[in-house]
């Protein structure tokens, strides 16, 4: 079986004999979107956002537009999390299935970082580059504190960054 089949990819990520800054640097070359969840003054707000991680894994990137929900809810607080994982849809994503939270403070991308960044997340998505580059557009970034790797159903390991 080659390793770009997605099964054997799969198990690889669930190789628990990994570091878990392994387990999380193959899930993310793996998964292109994740959920971003943010909070307004009522309620949790979830969407589906592209994303990217630098090396480091330090900080996460995604983009949004500035008249939104989204952007709107991290003006007011910075605080968000990324849900990444690997699920299939089929019951036995309860035991084989990976997911990765990450947890920080976000903030929009500064004009001396912009090309690093935009550079790094047009590299995961090109065919974004026309959204990303829009004036009415923000590139975000997530300084990432830590890492929670739930595989197994319930084993949960925390990775600080």
Not at 117 to 143: D, I, W
């Amino acid at each position: 079986m080659s390793s770009n089949h997605p099964k054997h990819h799969e198990k690889q990520l669930m190789d628990s004999s990994k570091p878990p800054r392994q387990i999380v640097s193959d899930l993310f070359a793996s998964q292109i979107q994740a959920v971003l969840a943010t909070q307004n003054d009522r309620q949790p707000y979830t969407s589906l956002m592209a994303f990217a991680a630098t090396a480091d894994l330090k900080k996460l990137l995604f983009a949004t537009y500035r008249a939104t929900h989204k952007y709107n809810n991290l003006s007011h607080n910075p605080r968000a999390a990324l849900l990444i994982d690997n699920r299939s849809n089929r019951s036995s994503d309860h035991y084989d299935g990976l997911a990765v939270t990450a947890v920080g403070t976000t903030h929009e991308v500064a004009e001396t970082e912009r090309e690093t960044f935009l550079n790094l997340y047009l590299q995961r998505h090109p065919g974004l580059k026309e959204f990303v580059t829009s004036p009415a557009c923000a590139l975000m970034a997530m300084n990432v504190e830590c890492y929670y790797i739930v595989s197994k159903f319930q084993e949960v390991t925390e990775l600080p960054v």
